[in-house]
């Protein structure tokens, strides 16, 4: 991620949720805050970046006020929304799993790069406290938007700045006011793509030996054959167009390396969607949207 500058890749995922809220007939993920949060600057911002192809100078140098949404649905559709929402659904449903097992008690929900999510600022069950972590950049950027929108800020919501690649989870999670025997549900969405496979199993096994009662993670990944992909496939192109605005995909996990690192941090698996599940699940319904070839689902508990 570039140093100097809040993540575009979770402004992006920010203004899918807000497109499809808005556009969609079958909503595959509703989430009626994106818009705000994400505000209407940048919102017409993005749509115009995915009208010139991702060419940021193009993009500041168009004048018109609104983008040109014919023009956009496509990409939209193909490129940008099936991995976002698919995933947050995925995590949904493991969540209202993890409240349905943990009715009346106390629970803790992290949001490990947490972006534009908005759970923390839409949950009213304050038998849960949230926290979330992300870049220091890009909570400065949501922090001015919950202030611009006089958002009251959620006595139990919590931001952990941190850079994964630079910083301990460990020593952050133990400064914090986490605790590690209270149940905990965890999101890791749209991060593992920008983690080489070592700072992902650190990452697993800081979680591991840090908590002591029940967990359960949910994450996507990149596989193996991000890397092999042929150059005019979708995975090749989205990975280039990340790249385009500063934030640098890696070449995938394995399926069994995946299995191993789980393995290894002591998590056991509870689901795992490969892309042929993803598309029976959630893209049935919805024939513009296709899973990607090389993004899986994971959830696993400890
Ligand atoms: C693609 S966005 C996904 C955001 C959100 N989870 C979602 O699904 O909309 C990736 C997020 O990971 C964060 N991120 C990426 N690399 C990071 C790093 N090294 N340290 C901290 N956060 C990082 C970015 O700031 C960004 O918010």
Do not use: W
């Not at 999670?173 to 149940?183: C, F, G, Q, Y």
């Not at 096994?205 to 994450?219: I, M």
Request: proline share 4%; hydrophobic share 35%.
């Amino acid at each position: 991620m570039k140093t100097y500058q809040e993540s575009i890749t979770a402004k992006i995922c920010s203004f899918v949720r807000a497109y499809h809220s808005a556009y969609a007939k079958h909503k595959i993920y509703d989430d009626s805050l994106a818009y705000d949060l994400l505000g209407q600057n940048e919102y017409l911002k993005i749509g115009k970046l995915i009208e010139h192809n991702f060419n940021e100078v193009e993009a500041k140098n168009d004048s018109n006020y609104y983008f040109d949404k014919e023009k956009i649905a496509p990409v939209v559709e193909q490129f940008l929304a099936p991995i976002p929402l698919s995933r947050l659904a995925f995590a949904k449903e493991k969540y209202e799993k993890f409240l349905s097992l943990h009715q009346h008690q106390t629970l803790q929900f992290i949001v490990l790069g947490a972006g534009l999510d908005t759970f923390s600022l839409t949950n009213d069950n304050h038998q849960v406290e949230v926290y979330e972590f992300d870049h220091p950049n890009s909570f400065r950027y949501k922090l001015g938007r919950i202030e611009t929108l006089n958002l009251v800020m959620p006595k139990n919501l919590h931001f952990v700045p941190i850079d994964f690649e630079k910083q301990s989870l460990g020593a952050l999670l133990k400064e914090s006011a986490i605790k590690p025997t209270v149940p905990t549900f965890i999101t890791f969405l749209g991060v593992a793509y920008y983690l080489e496979l070592d700072t992902l199993r650190q990452t697993l096994a800081t979680l591991s030996s840090f908590f002591k009662g029940e967990l359960t993670l949910v994450f996507d990944y990149p596989d193996e054959t991000t890397k092999t992909s042929p150059t005019n496939s979708r995975v090749t192109k989205l990975a280039k167009l990340t790249s385009q605005v500063g934030e640098h995909m890696v070449d995938g996990f394995s399926y069994q390396q995946i299995q191993t690192l789980l393995l290894d941090t002591h998590f056991n698996l509870d689901e795992h969607l490969t892309p042929l599940d993803i598309d029976e699940r959630y893209f049935k319904e919805n024939l513009t949207l296709k899973a990607y070839e090389n993004v899986h689902f994971i959830s696993a508990t400890l």
